[in-house]
T-cell receptor, first 117, second 112 residues
Framework: AQTVTQSQPEMSVQEAETVTLSCTYDTSESNYYLFWYKQPPSRQMILVIRQEAYKQQNATENRFSVNFQKAAKSFSLKISDSQLGDTAMYFCAFSRRADNYGQNFVFGPGTRLSVLP | NAGVTQTPKFQVLKTGQSMTLQCAQDMNHEYMSWYRQDPGMGLRLIHYSVGAGITDQGEVPNGYNVSRSTTEDFPLRLLSAAPSQTSVYFC???????????FGSGTRLTVV
Protein backbone atom coordinates (compact mmCIF):
# COMPACT_ATOMS: atom_id res chain seq x y z
CA ALA A 1 0.00 0.00 0.00
CA GLN A 2 1.09 3.52 -0.69
CA THR A 3 1.68 6.03 2.09
CA VAL A 4 2.28 9.76 1.99
CA THR A 5 4.07 11.61 4.78
CA GLN A 6 4.20 15.33 5.46
CA SER A 7 6.55 15.87 8.37
CA GLN A 8 5.75 19.55 8.96
CA PRO A 9 2.33 19.95 10.60
CA GLU A 10 2.66 23.75 10.63
CA MET A 11 4.88 26.33 8.98
CA SER A 12 4.98 30.08 8.69
CA VAL A 13 6.68 32.46 6.27
CA GLN A 14 6.92 36.19 5.87
CA GLU A 15 5.12 37.77 2.97
CA ALA A 16 7.29 37.93 -0.21
CA GLU A 17 9.67 35.24 1.05
CA THR A 18 10.11 31.67 -0.17
CA VAL A 19 8.98 28.55 1.67
CA THR A 20 9.35 24.84 0.96
CA LEU A 21 6.88 22.19 2.10
CA SER A 22 8.12 18.63 2.36
CA CYS A 23 6.44 15.43 1.22
CA THR A 24 7.73 11.88 1.07
CA TYR A 25 5.90 8.82 -0.13
CA ASP A 26 6.33 5.10 -0.19
CA THR A 27 5.40 2.96 -3.17
CA SER A 28 6.62 0.00 -5.18
CA GLU A 29 5.07 1.41 -8.35
CA SER A 30 7.26 2.87 -11.10
CA ASN A 31 4.57 4.92 -12.81
CA TYR A 32 2.45 7.30 -10.82
CA TYR A 33 1.28 10.88 -10.36
CA LEU A 34 1.93 13.30 -7.52
CA PHE A 35 -0.12 16.32 -6.61
CA TRP A 36 -0.20 19.26 -4.26
CA TYR A 37 -3.62 20.53 -3.20
CA LYS A 38 -4.34 23.75 -1.33
CA GLN A 39 -7.21 24.10 1.14
CA PRO A 40 -7.79 27.72 2.24
CA PRO A 41 -10.11 28.59 5.15
CA SER A 42 -13.02 28.42 2.70
CA ARG A 43 -12.50 24.63 2.81
CA GLN A 44 -12.38 24.33 -0.99
CA MET A 45 -9.75 21.89 -2.28
CA ILE A 46 -7.72 23.47 -5.10
CA LEU A 47 -5.21 21.68 -7.30
CA VAL A 48 -1.91 23.57 -7.16
CA ILE A 49 0.47 21.44 -9.19
CA ARG A 50 0.80 18.00 -10.72
CA GLN A 51 3.84 15.85 -11.54
CA GLU A 52 4.05 12.71 -13.64
CA ALA A 53 6.66 10.36 -12.25
CA TYR A 54 8.04 9.37 -15.65
CA LYS A 55 8.89 13.00 -16.41
CA GLN A 56 12.23 14.08 -15.00
CA GLN A 57 11.52 17.78 -15.40
CA ASN A 58 10.09 19.39 -12.31
CA ALA A 59 6.63 20.91 -12.74
CA THR A 60 6.10 24.64 -12.28
CA GLU A 61 2.96 26.77 -12.08
CA ASN A 62 3.71 30.46 -11.72
CA ARG A 63 5.06 30.94 -8.17
CA PHE A 64 4.71 27.25 -7.35
CA SER A 65 7.34 24.67 -8.26
CA VAL A 66 8.25 21.20 -7.11
CA ASN A 67 11.48 19.36 -6.43
CA PHE A 68 10.76 15.79 -7.46
CA GLN A 69 13.39 13.27 -6.40
CA LYS A 70 12.13 9.90 -7.61
CA ALA A 71 14.89 7.79 -6.12
CA ALA A 72 14.45 9.42 -2.74
CA LYS A 73 10.64 9.35 -3.09
CA SER A 74 10.49 13.01 -2.23
CA PHE A 75 8.14 15.64 -3.66
CA SER A 76 8.56 19.07 -2.08
CA LEU A 77 6.62 22.20 -2.95
CA LYS A 78 8.33 25.58 -3.19
CA ILE A 79 6.27 28.73 -2.98
CA SER A 80 8.10 31.84 -4.13
CA ASP A 81 7.14 35.43 -3.32
CA SER A 82 4.62 34.22 -0.73
CA GLN A 83 1.34 36.10 -0.60
CA LEU A 84 -1.24 36.40 2.15
CA GLY A 85 -3.64 34.42 -0.02
CA ASP A 86 -1.28 31.44 0.15
CA THR A 87 -2.31 30.91 3.77
CA ALA A 88 -3.93 27.46 3.69
CA MET A 89 -3.60 23.79 4.44
CA TYR A 90 -1.48 22.03 1.82
CA PHE A 91 -1.93 18.35 1.03
CA CYS A 92 0.45 16.15 -0.88
CA ALA A 93 -1.25 13.30 -2.77
CA PHE A 94 -0.23 10.20 -4.71
CA SER A 95 -2.07 8.35 -7.47
CA ARG A 96 -1.00 5.17 -9.21
CA ARG A 97 -0.72 5.59 -12.96
CA ALA A 98 -1.96 2.03 -13.44
CA ASP A 99 -5.34 3.18 -12.16
CA ASN A 100 -6.78 4.95 -15.18
CA TYR A 101 -9.32 6.62 -12.99
CA GLY A 102 -7.03 7.44 -10.11
CA GLN A 103 -9.17 5.78 -7.52
CA ASN A 104 -6.13 5.11 -5.39
CA PHE A 105 -5.43 8.68 -4.45
CA VAL A 106 -3.61 8.70 -1.12
CA PHE A 107 -3.32 11.98 0.77
CA GLY A 108 -0.80 13.07 3.35
CA PRO A 109 -1.95 14.55 6.67
CA GLY A 110 -1.34 18.12 5.50
CA THR A 111 0.85 21.11 6.38
CA ARG A 112 -0.78 24.27 7.68
CA LEU A 113 1.00 27.28 6.15
CA SER A 114 0.59 30.77 7.52
CA VAL A 115 1.87 33.75 5.54
CA LEU A 116 2.64 36.62 7.87
CA PRO A 117 2.37 40.29 6.84
CA ASN B 1 -20.32 27.23 -13.65
CA ALA B 2 -18.99 23.77 -14.37
CA GLY B 3 -17.89 21.83 -11.35
CA VAL B 4 -18.89 19.55 -8.50
CA THR B 5 -21.90 20.54 -6.44
CA GLN B 6 -22.38 19.15 -2.95
CA THR B 7 -25.40 19.61 -0.71
CA PRO B 8 -25.94 20.35 2.10
CA LYS B 9 -22.95 22.40 3.27
CA PHE B 10 -23.70 21.79 6.95
CA GLN B 11 -25.74 19.13 8.73
CA VAL B 12 -26.36 18.07 12.30
CA LEU B 13 -27.73 14.57 12.90
CA LYS B 14 -28.72 12.64 15.95
CA THR B 15 -27.17 9.25 16.55
CA GLY B 16 -29.08 6.61 14.62
CA GLN B 17 -30.54 8.94 12.02
CA SER B 18 -29.94 8.35 8.32
CA MET B 19 -29.31 10.87 5.60
CA THR B 20 -28.00 11.29 2.07
CA LEU B 21 -25.25 13.67 1.00
CA GLN B 22 -25.80 14.75 -2.56
CA CYS B 23 -23.08 15.17 -5.19
CA ALA B 24 -23.47 16.18 -8.83
CA GLN B 25 -20.95 17.07 -11.53
CA ASP B 26 -21.52 18.55 -14.97
CA MET B 27 -18.12 17.87 -16.53
CA ASN B 28 -18.95 14.40 -17.85
CA HIS B 29 -16.29 12.89 -15.60
CA GLU B 30 -16.45 9.12 -15.45
CA TYR B 31 -14.74 8.83 -12.11
CA MET B 32 -16.31 10.06 -8.85
CA SER B 33 -15.38 9.49 -5.24
CA TRP B 34 -16.23 10.38 -1.65
CA TYR B 35 -13.64 11.28 0.96
CA ARG B 36 -13.83 12.21 4.59
CA GLN B 37 -11.44 14.67 6.15
CA ASP B 38 -10.50 14.42 9.80
CA PRO B 39 -7.91 16.55 11.67
CA GLY B 40 -4.37 15.25 11.28
CA MET B 41 -5.41 12.45 8.92
CA GLY B 42 -5.73 14.08 5.53
CA LEU B 43 -8.48 12.75 3.28
CA ARG B 44 -9.51 9.12 3.35
CA LEU B 45 -11.41 7.39 0.56
CA ILE B 46 -14.87 6.08 1.47
CA HIS B 47 -16.30 4.84 -1.84
CA TYR B 48 -15.64 5.46 -5.49
CA SER B 49 -17.20 4.85 -8.90
CA VAL B 50 -15.60 4.45 -12.32
CA GLY B 51 -18.85 4.90 -14.18
CA ALA B 52 -22.61 4.60 -14.01
CA GLY B 53 -23.60 1.36 -12.33
CA ILE B 54 -20.09 0.63 -11.01
CA THR B 55 -19.02 1.36 -7.44
CA ASP B 56 -16.40 0.01 -5.07
CA GLN B 57 -15.18 0.45 -1.52
CA GLY B 58 -12.32 2.61 -0.43
CA GLU B 59 -10.33 2.71 2.79
CA VAL B 60 -13.16 3.52 5.22
CA PRO B 61 -16.47 2.24 3.77
CA ASN B 62 -18.23 0.98 6.90
CA GLY B 63 -21.47 2.77 7.68
CA TYR B 64 -21.82 4.28 4.21
CA ASN B 65 -23.57 3.25 1.00
CA VAL B 66 -23.32 4.65 -2.51
CA SER B 67 -24.96 4.16 -5.89
CA ARG B 68 -24.29 5.60 -9.33
CA SER B 69 -27.34 5.49 -11.57
CA THR B 70 -26.18 8.34 -13.83
CA THR B 71 -22.81 9.80 -14.84
CA GLU B 72 -23.69 13.07 -13.12
CA ASP B 73 -24.81 11.98 -9.65
CA PHE B 74 -23.09 10.08 -6.85
CA PRO B 75 -24.97 10.28 -3.53
CA LEU B 76 -23.51 9.06 -0.24
CA ARG B 77 -25.89 7.51 2.28
CA LEU B 78 -25.27 7.26 5.99
CA LEU B 79 -27.31 4.33 7.18
CA SER B 80 -27.35 4.91 10.95
CA ALA B 81 -25.28 7.92 11.96
CA ALA B 82 -22.68 7.54 14.71
CA PRO B 83 -20.57 10.20 16.46
CA SER B 84 -17.49 8.67 14.77
CA GLN B 85 -18.92 9.88 11.45
CA THR B 86 -18.58 13.50 12.50
CA SER B 87 -16.30 14.83 9.77
CA VAL B 88 -16.04 16.97 6.66
CA TYR B 89 -17.08 15.08 3.55
CA PHE B 90 -15.82 15.82 0.06
CA CYS B 91 -17.07 14.58 -3.26
CA UNK B 92 -14.61 14.66 -6.15
CA UNK B 93 -14.58 13.78 -9.82
CA UNK B 94 -11.97 13.37 -12.53
CA UNK B 95 -11.17 12.24 -16.02
CA UNK B 96 -8.99 9.20 -16.47
CA UNK B 97 -5.24 9.34 -16.59
CA UNK B 98 -4.19 11.20 -13.47
CA UNK B 99 -5.57 14.59 -14.38
CA UNK B 100 -6.34 15.29 -10.76
CA UNK B 101 -9.58 15.71 -8.92
CA UNK B 102 -12.11 18.49 -9.03
CA PHE B 103 -13.58 18.74 -5.55
CA GLY B 104 -16.92 19.89 -4.26
CA SER B 105 -17.04 22.49 -1.50
CA GLY B 106 -17.56 19.90 1.23
CA THR B 107 -20.21 19.05 3.81
CA ARG B 108 -19.52 19.52 7.50
CA LEU B 109 -21.45 16.79 9.32
CA THR B 110 -21.87 16.66 13.07
CA VAL B 111 -23.44 13.64 14.74
CA VAL B 112 -24.60 14.21 18.32
Amino acid sequence: AQTVTQSQPEMSVQEAETVTLSCTYDTSESNYYLFWYKQPPSRQMILVIRQEAYKQQNATENRFSVNFQKAAKSFSLKISDSQLGDTAMYFCAFSRRADNYGQNFVFGPGTRLSVLP
Amino acid sequence: NAGVTQTPKFQVLKTGQSMTLQCAQDMNHEYMSWYRQDPGMGLRLIHYSVGAGITDQGEVPNGYNVSRSTTEDFPLRLLSAAPSQTSVYFCASSYAGGSGYTFGSGTRLTVV
